[in-house]
Nanobody, 120 residues
Framework: QVDLVESGGGSVQAGGSLRLSCVAS?????MGWFRQAPGKQREGVAG???????EYAESVKGRFTISKDNAMNSLFLQMDGLKPEDTAMYYC?????????????????WGQGTQVTVSS
């Protein structure tokens, strides 16, 4: 069992920045950030492998940066140039696989989420 705890959400105006953090209680392989807006399906935002290989959703490329501190079992998401459409609950997730994935069904462990609200 791996417990994940997110932090760093909040409210910001369009064009602003936020940095999300996630701490894992145990060793993980693939980690990722997901988001879910009211009435919408959960979608992958960014994923990262222990060797640093990354994958981003098209909607956040060039604005969001995922990073990981393997020694501290911590995951980060730097979000710049935020837009109102980025408003959602953001979740940290992990699974012990081999390839980076943005598919929620591939992930076994999930945090409780942290709310990000972007106003226009």
């Amino acid at each position: 069992q791996v417990d994940l705890v997110e932090s760093g959400g909040g409210s910001v105006q369009a064009g602003g920045s936020l940095r999300l953090s996630c701490v894992a209680s145990g060793n993980t392989a693939i980690m990722g950030w997901f988001r879910q807006a009211p009435g919408k399906q959960r979608e992958g935002v960014a994923g990262i492998r222990p060797d640093g290989a990354k994958e981003y959703a098209e909607s956040v490329k060039g604005r969001f940066t995922i990073s990981k501190d393997n020694a501290m079992n911590s995951l980060f998401l730097q979000m710049d140039g935020l837009k109102p459409e980025d408003t959602a609950m953001y979740y940290c997730a992990a699974f012990k696989g081999w390839s980076v994935s943005l598919l929620p069904r591939n992930y076994d462990y999930w945090g409780q989420g942290t709310q990000v609200t972007v106003s226009s």
